[in-house]
């Protein structure tokens, strides 16, 4: 019986005996495989298959459904994969602009006024953090912080305990004997500061008096013929304000 052989028989004809021969034999076996494997027919491409582009892993999800549903539908699917992203898109088209601009680096008072409305209803619906806000809004985590405290939806926590701490050590130094000025010189804080947190603690303490309460009694010592030092000794004022005061009035002998 004859053998008929065919284009993708690659058997040896006949059977080799040494280890060089079965080397020399795999070697042309394969070949001849990899010249018949280019002689198969290559399935072609359409037009349509080939100007369609699959997007790489990781990117997202609106990039490909332009490519394969209608504008309905990708919206739909864009609402159910990433809802806040839909939510806030719906809401931009309602605002009468487009995400785009409120997402991108536009910083006129419409679109900041517009981007800060819009963070605070996502937060408030959502519940994000700040990092999810700022992939939503193309901005870092302290720009979206800086909106929240705008609107009035994010509490200053560092600087409400730097103004606890301070107070505490106002309210140590009082109870210790110091006055506003030793207390301001001493915690290296504005003598107001110093004033406003013991007035909200100490609402009935005695009050530091106003050197323009006593213009009179002054200008008397000073036409008398006193040393601003004496008549600040006598009132019980302090020297150097007593001779800035007086410059300030313009008084002359």
């Not at 053998?3 to 006949?14: C, E, G, K, N, Q």
């Not at 491409?45 to 790489?56: D, F, G, I, R, W």
Request: aromatic letters at 8%; proline letters at 6%.
């Amino acid at each position: 019986m004859t053998s008929v052989h065919t284009a993708l028989d690659i058997r040896p004809a006949y059977e080799p005996k040494s280890y060089a021969e079965i080397v020399a034999a795999d070697k042309e076996r394969e070949r001849k495989w990899r010249a018949a494997a280019q002689k198969r027919p290559v399935a072609r491409k359409s037009n349509e298959e080939a100007a369609t582009v699959p997007s790489p892993t990781g990117a997202p999800v609106e990039r490909i459904w332009a490519h394969r549903f209608g504008p309905l539908t990708s919206e739909f699917l864009e609402w159910k994969m990433n809802e806040p992203l839909g939510f806030l898109k719906i809401r931009c088209r309602e605002e009468g602009t487009d995400y785009d601009t409120m997402a991108g680096p536009n910083k006129t008072i419409p679109v900041y006024l517009l981007r800060k409305k819009l963070v605070a209803e996502v937060k408030e619906r959502y519940g994000l953090s700040l990092s999810a806000l700022g992939r939503l809004f193309n901005r870092d985590h302290t720009s979206i912080l800086k909106i929240l405290r705008a609107a009035g939806m994010q509490e200053d926590t560092k600087r409400e305990n730097d103004y606890l701490e301070k107070a505490r050590q106002v309210i140590a130094l009082f109870n210790s004997g110091f006055g506003v000025k030793e207390i301001s010189l001493r915690l290296n804080v504005p003598q107001s500061r110093v004033s406003g947190i013991l007035d909200q603690h100490f609402p009935n303490r005695k009050k530091p008096r106003k050197m323009a309460d006593y213009t009179d009694a002054i200008r008397e010592c000073f036409d008398r013929g006193d040393k601003s030092s004496d008549i600040a000794r006598h009132l019980e004022f302090d020297p150097s304000a007593m001779s800035k005061f007086i410059k300030r009035m313009g008084w002359t002998r």
